[in-house]
């Protein structure tokens, strides 16, 4: 069965990056709603707090995807951020 990851990004306040899962589905066409929801939800929240602390100028800027994995099967994946 394929599982679908829904997860993004979700600072946007200069740098740096914090990694987060949104949802996990069986079924692509929920994961994609949810995917456009948290993309909808997170750049509101960006253009709420302004520009002075926010990097987000467009919707685009939003970073959330959708990861398609095996169920039941030993997997690596990394989902992102930074570390140094």
Same mark, same amino acid.
């Given at each position: ?22 949802? &996990?589905?069986?079924?692509? +066409? ?8 948290? &993309? ?14 926010? &990097?987000?100028? +467009?919707?685009? +800027? ?9 169920? +039941? ?12």
């Amino acid at each position: 069965m394929t599982l679908y990851v829904v997860h993004g990004n979700t600072y946007y306040c200069g740098y740096g990056h914090i990694e987060n899962i949104f949802g &996990i589905y069986t079924k692509k +066409d929920e994961a994609e709603v949810t995917k456009d929801l948290m &993309i909808k939800e997170l750049y509101e929240k960006e253009i709420a707090i302004g520009q002075q602390m926010s &990097i987000v100028e +467009d919707v685009s +800027d939003i970073e959330v995807e959708i990861l398609e994995i095996e169920a +039941d099967k030993l997997v690596e994946i990394e989902l992102g951020g930074y570390c140094y």
